[in-house]
């Protein structure tokens, strides 16, 4: 009777061991790589889309593209298939994990495998600020693929309907909080002026403002933070002022998922969000909308964001190869374009805007440069060792000052009292 | 002496009828509860480095970690507004189908149905209702004329949110158990009350009531571990936020070893976890278990 | 156990007492009240987006909502999963269960008492509270990532075994007796007299199991990394993570498809889900 336990089990261990992704017997290659999607729309599709091309043209790599949800969770996925010993070769994620992966030990650097001038040309042709998240100590861990900036979108009619020129957005923090006013009073109520979301990633917003500041959240090697400083305070200051004296955006949070969806609803005249969104708003919204750099108080600028593939240890030599095949082949211009346009991501290269395909559907939708653009005004995505924690204290800290909790200063300075303590116990533990 | 080796064997043979579930239990259930109490004591060790043993400086950081005092809060208040509405809600929904009553399986269905759908399809749809501007609440709101508050996302608002779709989710669960138990009460007893005036009210709360305290005390019971267990909802709805004002302890259980990589200190907060539910299965065994009947 | 008053639970023959008008009104306001979020998942779910909080009797129904979700997710795969994952579970859990039950029903143990308490732990420290610990067992045993490491921490189930042992200790001793007689072992007893008139428990604990774990979803998200293991729950979650710029309508709509089997059975079956969830409850 005993003996019927293992039986029954092993009906499951079955089903279990196939998911393991068992070695292949043919000669093909086989990857496997986790990928998350962050912003609106079919993504999946196009990535299997893609991934079913690329097969085509290499019969001898087979791809196991597995969808993992958000960035926090593709990491966790990704370093819980390490733990179990069934490592992906190759995957798409944060381009911030950077710090926590290595702190793991699960990642190689592309400049181990890069061989012949070719495929070093390659990893020198992206846009520069996009690869500053990806590298560490003159090592290239990280290579560009799903990348974005905030932009900032805005409704022409809502604009129209409040007498301001629909085609001329704001420039400055100033003239942002005056027209969102302008339009939120137009309305008698109806629509408010502008929404910034506060969650999912408030520590991404916040990290705009405090650019457009002129200050920077983080040191370069990603131990320290940089909180409680007076511009990031008069940062915070100002996005909570938007709803607490100009009246112009709501109180409280505002939901990072939900947020295009009031867009497109027009319950707002204009938002922050990800480029990452705006193939999706094209697609739905029923008005004429514009899109365009952000704000600056004194400088313009955004951080950057979104994913990068990562290597990882412990493939075997051909499956590493097979990898940077894959991604060569991901990354490459025309790829970047067409990836670029199926979701408003930006196309990671220049030679990506040089193609015809990217040329022509820019000059015909102007805002799907305005990302690359903005690029010139961009900075590196807070990371930091520990980055999970220190990203979720300065969230709180956030959200604590929106939802007048506390106030902006004292806020953050709970924040950089926080991310200290737990930077220390992680160099303790060093 | 046949008498004793044939006992001998009895137990042998119970002993291999208990094998299988001795070995899972001890594998999920008493390995890792040893486990956790251990692993509270070390550091996580970072880059390959061996955990380092620190002793109860975790415990230290713990009682001095705002956000673990601000969760277990959260989580005693969840309790505190989760538990009697649902029961009372629940003892109510049960005296209604008890009765006589038009469509009364169209009712107790009503009643009844949330209790089937998992935490995050229930979550999805309440999703929808609390969404500021758009979700249906606010809409409704808004048309007659009232801009409803940020169900979600007002530090202030947001946890009685969770608790009233928790309350939703739970009450149907629990009328079953009173539901059983009023139909134990011998009608007589009502009709003995009617005939000598007593009103509906006072037989209530002097004969029904009492009565049900051993269902009530159930119920309770399952309400606290369920207060404890089940945080589901918050991946759907607010991941804990704003500001951890809807963060429950098994969610930042969740969140340190998963998120932040720290394994140890999750450990450390699973003890407290333990400890809380060791009182609850004390109040069970100790207080309870006198009047139910293990036969 | 109190098993017979379940039974009385769907009597018709019982005197009611007529609710008055006042009360009836409420009962059926409060049944609208908690029915109402299924509905209105339902709306949404058969209207196009933009009907989402917009009501008009005759705004155009529409199945694209499930074509998309059906098509931006492996809802088939996840079925599959969630099916092997209820049954691999439930059929596990009978015959563990059902052994421990007997064990502790009929057989002379030392300490019995003691061993039965430890299991009765398991009712409060469940897997999900040990979700750190049991990763990394579950890590070991090389189970992450498969069925068999969703469902096995949940096999010796102190619930079942309780149940179990209740039933059996119901049944009189003279029919075990008449089986000896006929030359039955152990376990020919078992299978033949005390299974059997153990069935309405079986179902009920069956029930009440299926449903826990076709909601299950913290542990399995745990445990789970692909397509190939993910049961619907976390699909479902992972395919509504807010991050997504959900489309409520899609989202509505896969929503309904990962309840729907259970819905369907629930409402075909009312009367035993009730009585299980009843029989499974009352001690």
Same mark, same amino acid.
């Given at each position: 009777m005993n003996a019927r336990l293992p039986l029954k089990t092993s009906g499951l261990a079955v089903a279990g061991l196939l998911a393991a992704g068992s070695p292949s017997a043919q000669a093909q290659t086989e990857l496997t790589m986790y990928y998350p999607v962050a912003v609106g729309g079919a993504l999946t599709e196009v990535i299997d889309g893609l991934v079913a091309d690329f097969e085509a043209e290499h019969p001898d790599i087979a791809v196991d593209a597995i969808y993992a949800g958000n960035y926090d969770d593709t990491r966790v996925r990704a370093m819980s298939a390490v733990e179990a010993g069934?490592?992906? $070769?190759?995957?798409?994620?944060?381009?911030?994990?950077?710090?926590?992966?290595?702190? $793991?030990?699960?990642?190689?650097?592309?400049?181990?495998?890069?061989?012949?001038?070719?495929?070093?040309?390659?990893?020198?042709?992206?846009?520069?600020?996009?690869?500053?998240?990806?590298?560490?100590?003159?090592?290239?861990?990280?290579?560009?693929? &799903?990348?974005?900036?905030?932009v900032f979108y805005w409704n022409k009619d809502a604009f129209a309907a409040a007498g301001l020129d629909p085609d001329t957005p704001p420039e400055t923090w100033e003239e942002m909080a005056e027209m969102a006013a302008a339009v939120r009073e137009a309305s008698g109520g109806e629509q408010w002026g502008v929404m910034v979301p506060s969650t999912g990633y408030p520590y991404w917003m916040f990290q705009a403002f405090a650019f457009q500041n002129g200050h920077r959240?983080?040191?370069?090697?990603?131990?320290?933070?940089?909180?409680?400083?007076?511009?990031?305070?008069?940062?915070?200051?100002?996005?909570?002022?938007?709803?607490?004296?100009?009246?112009?955006?709501?109180?409280?949070?505002i939901e990072w998922g939900t947020l295009r969806q009031n867009f497109i609803e027009q319950s707002t005249a204009m938002m922050w969000h990800s480029t990452g969104n705006l193939t999706a708003v094209r697609g739905e919204a029923g008005f004429d909308f514009?899109?365009?750099?952000?704000?600056?108080?004194? &400088?313009?600028?955004?951080?950057?964001?979104?994913?990068?593939?990562?290597?990882?240890?412990?493939?075997?030599?051909?499956?590493?190869?097979?990898?940077?095949?894959?991604?060569?082949?991901?990354?490459?211009?025309?790829?970047?374009?067409?990836?670029?346009?199926?979701?408003?991501?930006?196309?990671?290269?220049?030679?990506?805007?040089?193609?015809?395909?990217?040329?022509?559907?820019?000059?015909?939708?102007?805002?799907?440069?305005v990302a690359r653009d903005q690029l010139e005004h961009a900075t590196a995505e807070l990371a930091t060792y520990q980055g999970g924690r220190v990203r979720r204290v300065l969230d709180n800290a956030v959200q604590a000052a929106l939802t007048g909790q506390m106030s902006p200063e004292e806020a953050l300075a709970q924040a950089q009292a926080e991310a200290d303590a737990a930077l220390r116990r992680y160099a303790r533990s060093r | 002496m046949v008498i004793q080796s044939a006992d001998r064997r009895m137990q042998v043979y119970g002993a291999l009828l208990l094998l299988p579930a001795a070995v899972l239990l001890g594998t999920f259930a008493y390995l890792p509860t040893v486990a956790t109490l251990i692993n509270s004591l070390f550091l996580p060790g970072f880059r390959g480095a061996p955990p380092e043993f620190v002793g109860l400086e975790n415990y230290a950081l713990l009682i001095e970690d705002r956000t673990f005092w601000k969760v277990a809060r959260n989580n005693l208040i969840y309790a505190l507004g989760t538990i009697p509405t649902s029961i009372a809600l629940a003892l109510g929904m049960a005296l209604f189908v008890n009765a006589r009553l038009p469509g009364r399986g169209l009712v107790r269905m009503a009643y009844f149905t949330p209790t089937i759908l998992p935490m995050i399809a229930a979550a999805n749809i309440w999703m929808f209702f609390y969404a500021p501007q758009i979700g249906l609440f606010n809409s409704l709101l808004g048309s007659i004329g009232i801009s409803g508050p940020n169900w979600l996302g007002d530090p202030g608002v947001a946890l009685t949110s969770v608790i009233v779709m928790t309350v939703w989710k739970e009450a149907g669960f629990f009328m079953i158990f009173y539901l059983a138990a009023l139909q134990s009460i011998p009608p007589e007893l009502e009709e003995a009350a009617t005939l000598e005036g007593t009103s509906r009210w006072s037989f209530f709360w002097r004969v029904t009531f009492p009565l049900l305290m051993p269902t009530t005390l159930f119920v309770l019971i399952n309400a606290l571990i369920n207060a404890v267990r089940v945080v589901d909802h918050l991946f759907i709805l607010t991941k804990g936020g704003p500001n951890n004002a809807t963060n429950l302890l098994l969610y930042y259980v969740y969140e340190n070893a998963f998120s932040f990589f720290d394994r140890t200190y999750a450990a450390t907060i699973t003890v407290v976890i333990l400890l809380v539910l060791a009182v609850v299965a004390t109040i069970k065994f100790r207080v309870l278990d006198p009047r139910t009947h293990y036969q | 156990m109190t098993t017979p008053t379940a039974a009385a639970a769907t009597t018709p023959t019982r005197r009611r007492v007529r609710l008055p008008?006042?009360?009836?009104?409420?009962? +059926?306001?409060?049944?609208?009240? +908690?029915?109402f979020p299924l509905l209105y998942a339902f709306w949404a779910a058969f209207h196009p987006p933009a009907f989402m909080v917009r009501f008009d009797l005759f705004a155009p129904l529409t199945l694209d909502n499930f074509t998309d979700a059906w098509e931006q997710a492996p809802f088939a795969r996840y079925y599959v999963n969630t099916f092997l994952l209820v049954t691999g579970i439930v059929a596990a859990q009978f015959v563990v269960c059902t052994l421990a039950g007997f064990a502790f029903a009929r057989f002379p143990l030392p300490g019995k008492d003691i061993l039965f308490m430890l299991v009765l732990i398991q009712l409060f420290v469940f897997p999900e509270v040990l979700i750190v610990e049991n990763y990394r067992i579950a890590s070991a045993l090389g189970l992450v990532d498969t069925i068999t490491g969703i469902g096995l921490p949940y096999v010796a189930s102190a619930f079942g075994i309780f149940l179990l042992r209740?039933?059996?200790?119901?049944?009189?001793?003279?029919?075990?007796?008449?089986?000896?007689?006929?030359?039955?072992?152990?376990?020919?007893?078992?299978?033949?007299?005390?299974?059997?008139?153990a069935r309405p428990t079986y179902l009920a604990y069956g029930l009440v199991s299926i449903s826990h774990h076709w909601n299950n979803f913290l542990w399995p998200l745990v445990v789970t990394n692909s397509v190939e293991s993910r049961p619907l729950t976390v699909g479902l979650g992972i395919f509504s993570a807010p991050e997504t710029g959900v489309n409520w309508a899609t989202v509505s709509a896969a929503t309904l498809l990962s309840i729907a089997p259970l819905l369907v059975a629930f409402l075909l079956f009312q009367r035993q889900f009730v009585q299980s969830f009843l029989r499974a409850g009352i001690r």
């Open positions: 069934d490592a992906p $070769q190759l995957s798409v994620m944060f381009s911030i994990d950077l710090y926590e992966l290595i702190d $793991q030990d699960v990642i190689v650097p592309f400049d181990d495998l890069i061989e012949t001038d070719e495929e070093r040309e390659w990893l020198d042709g992206f846009y520069p600020a996009l690869m500053e998240n990806g590298r560490l100590d003159g090592q290239t861990y990280g290579i560009p693929f &799903q990348r974005s900036t905030i959240l983080m040191s370069d090697d990603g131990t320290e933070v940089y909180f409680d400083d007076p511009a990031a305070i008069e940062a915070l200051e100002y996005w909570v002022s938007l709803a607490a004296e100009h009246d112009a955006m709501p109180s409280g949070t514009g899109v365009a750099m952000l704000p600056m108080n004194t &400088q313009p600028g955004s951080p950057t964001g979104g994913g990068n593939f990562y290597l990882f240890k412990g493939a075997s030599e051909d499956e590493q190869r097979a990898a940077m095949t894959f991604i060569r082949w991901m990354t490459a211009p025309e790829r970047a374009a067409t990836w670029s346009m199926e979701t408003g991501y930006m196309g990671v290269s220049p030679a990506a805007y040089e193609t015809e395909a990217l040329r022509d559907y820019v000059e015909a939708f102007p805002p799907a440069a | - | 008008r006042l009360e009836t009104t409420a009962a +059926w306001l409060l049944a609208i009240i +908690w029915i209740q039933t059996f200790k119901t049944i009189p001793r003279e029919l075990e007796d008449a089986a000896r007689v006929e030359g039955c072992g152990w376990m020919a007893i078992l299978l033949k007299v005390y299974v059997p008139l």
